[in-house]
T-cell receptor, first 109, second 113 residues
């Protein structure tokens, strides 16, 4: 299956700071999603973004499919942004998502 | 109420026992999935189902079986649980008519002693 690599593995931010999380994938994709797993283990769908740019409040994401990477931007970070951010990609069209190992974000007050 | 509901949310069992994790959804989606998450890792696909009569193996199906009892229900069974099946299990759904977004249940934490 497709290989998904995320960086950095860990990130500590002061509240109010901005950050960029990166996801590289090994092949062309027809599905790419970003998820946030909160400290209680819940997985929340942030973006479905196989290409282009989307924004939702303080979060935005950009996928450059031709260069096989996606970026998640978090602006004005809050303590509630803490958790693990996963990127997942699929190339089959069957939603057989392959997940990266995540970026663990800690936002300190 | 959650759109994708998993039961039980937590379970402790012993090696060799049969365990069933259940998933039901009210989203009306046709596709359902079971994923496993090990500590510090991403999720791995165990099984997926595109409709009641279509069930497929994922990356790590050995030691697991599934049943799609209805469009809204998808259960995962461990016929004889072993300690390395201790993990967090997630059910997910998607709709083939939509863009392909995946929606997850709240997870079932299984510990095999």
């Amino acid at each position: 299956g497709i290989q998904v690599e995320q960086s950095p593995p860990d990130l500590i931010l002061q509240e109010g700071a901005n950050s960029t999380l990166r996801c590289n994938f090994s092949d062309s994709v027809n599905n790419l999603q970003w998820f946030h797993q909160n400290p209680w283990g819940q997985l929340i769908n942030l973006f479905y973004i196989p290409s282009g740019t989307k924004q939702n409040g303080r979060l935005s994401a950009t996928t450059v499919a031709t260069e096989r990477y996606s970026l998640l931007y978090i602006s004005s970070s809050q303590t509630t942004d803490s958790g693990v951010y996963f990127c997942a990609a699929d190339q089959t069209g069957a939603n057989n998502l392959f997940f990266g190992t995540g970026t663990r974000l800690t936002v300190i007050p | 109420d959650a759109d994708v509901t998993q039961t039980p949310r937590n379970r402790i069992t012993k090696t060799g026992k049969r365990i069933m994790l259940e998933c039901s959804q009210t989203k009306g989606h046709d596709r359902m999935y079971w994923y496993r998450q090990d500590p510090g890792l991403g999720l791995q696909l165990i099984y997926y189902s595109f409709d009641v009569k279509d069930i497929n193996k994922g990356e790590i199906s050995d030691g697991y079986s599934v049943s799609r009892q209805a469009q809204a229900k998808f259960s995962l069974s461990l016929e004889s649980a072993i300690p390395n099946q201790t993990a967090l299990y997630f059910c997910a759904t998607s709709d083939r008519k939509s863009a392909g977004e995946l929606f997850f249940g709240e997870g079932s934490r299984l510990t095999v002693l």
